[in-house]
Antibody
């Protein structure tokens, strides 16, 4: 059974870059028919989609974050990553990685989430 | 302010049936598939419904989804205390070019 596990720094200073990795186990990230996504949830608030990386490695980002976001994949390590630059306190959130089977466009498997706090 | 509108909270007794609404527009719900997610306290969201009304394997048929025009509905029958959670609708918005979620509905099972 496919599982996703986020990892990365839990505390990031303002103006620095947030970096997270999502390890995929139970299947190859190179399996066709899926894209991979990041979603975040500020404390006590709702869900915000960050972006996708498709099987082709093309990416699509939330326009509100596009200038600061990079999602990439490392097939040799069976993982994908999120970099978010120039962070502020507004980027404090639980960050989730998720799988998206095509053509459902729904997030069918989620990681447990990792809390990232932006603070000096 | 979420693009998709859900009631902030809902309460019902065990065994009852509830429906949670998700209202949008022609650029999102009206022309794209809707999915629904359950988020138990302290846990990651879990997919309940995809493509408006389909259930992933393992999701009991107590959960159902429907859509009419620019609104979608999640139905839950035979409410259980374990159904107490936040429920989110989500879809693609073709005008904004972004995945959008509702603000979430906190379901309390009294």
């Amino acid at each position: 059974q496919l599982q996703l596990q986020e990892s990365g720094s839990g505390l990031v200073k303002p103006s620095q870059t947030l970096s997270l990795t999502c390890a995929v186990s139970g299947d190859s990230i190179s399996s066709g028919g899926y894209s991979w996504s990041w979603i975040r949830q500020p404390p006590g608030k709702g869900l915000e989609w960050i972006g996708y990386i498709y099987h082709s490695e093309s990416t699509y980002y939330n326009p509100s974050l596009k200038s600061r976001v990079t999602i990439s994949v490392d097939r040799s390590k069976n993982q994908f990553s999120l970099n978010l630059s120039s962070v502020t306190a507004a980027d404090t959130a639980v960050y989730y990685c998720a799988r998206v089977p095509h053509p459902t466009e729904a997030f069918d498997i989620w990681g447990q989430g990792t809390m990232v706090t932006v603070s000096s | 302010q979420s693009v998709l509108t859900q009631p902030p909270s809902f309460s019902a007794a065990p065994g009852q049936k509830v429906t949670i609404s998700c209202s949008g527009s022609s650029s999102n719900i009206g022309n794209n598939y809707v999915s629904w997610y359950q988020q138990l306290p302290g846990a990651a969201p879990k997919l309940l419904i995809y493509e408006d009304n389909k259930r992933p394997s393992g999701i009991p048929d107590r959960f159902s989804g429907s859509k009419s025009g620019t609104s979608a509905t999640l139905g839950i029958t035979g409410l259980q205390t374990g159904d107490e959670a936040d429920y989110y609708c989500g879809t693609w918005d073709s005008s904004l070019s972004v995945v959008v979620f509702g603000g979430g509905t906190k379901l309390t099972v009294l």
